[in-house]
């Protein structure tokens, strides 16, 4: 079993920075493929920043989010720098494991808050 915990959410002004983690747990080989969604209040779920072979980001985060990972620690985060009151959302983990059965899936966390006051 694998889960997905994200953590670093909260509040802060426009303008300034928060760095969103996103840990796997469980029977994990390898953390692949990941990426970063968000969903805003009466708005669909969207893709945010991407990292497979390379990295992808929304046109509206490009220039301020960097998406990374930490193979070792089975770690994927979200650098969120120069936030703005339209970056409030609902911020969602996603990534490709590979458990000890030799087993490939995509799993989800839960969400994270992030609200940017102006």
């Known amino acids: 079993q694998v889960q997905l915990v994200e953590s670093g959410g909260g509040l802060v002004q426009a303008g300034g920075s928060l760095r969103l983690s996103c840990t796997a747990s469980?029977?994990?080989?390898?953390?692949?493929?990941a990426a970063w969604y968000r969903r805003a209040p009466g708005e669909q779920r969207e893709l945010v920043a991407d990292?497979?072979?390379?990295?992808n980001y929304a046109d509206s985060v490009k220039g301020r989010f960097t998406i990374s990972r930490d193979r070792a620690k089975n770690t994927v985060y979200l650098q969120m720098n120069s936030l703005k009151p339209e970056d409030t959302a609902v911020y969602y983990c996603?990534?490709?494991?590979?458990?000890?059965?030799?087993?490939?899936?995509?799993?989800w966390g839960q969400g994270i808050q992030v609200t940017v006051s102006s």
């Open positions: 469980g029977s994990i080989l390898s953390l692949d493929g």
């Open positions: 990292i497979t072979s390379i990295s």
């Open positions: 996603t990534a490709n494991v590979v458990n000890r059965l030799g087993y490939r899936g995509d799993y």
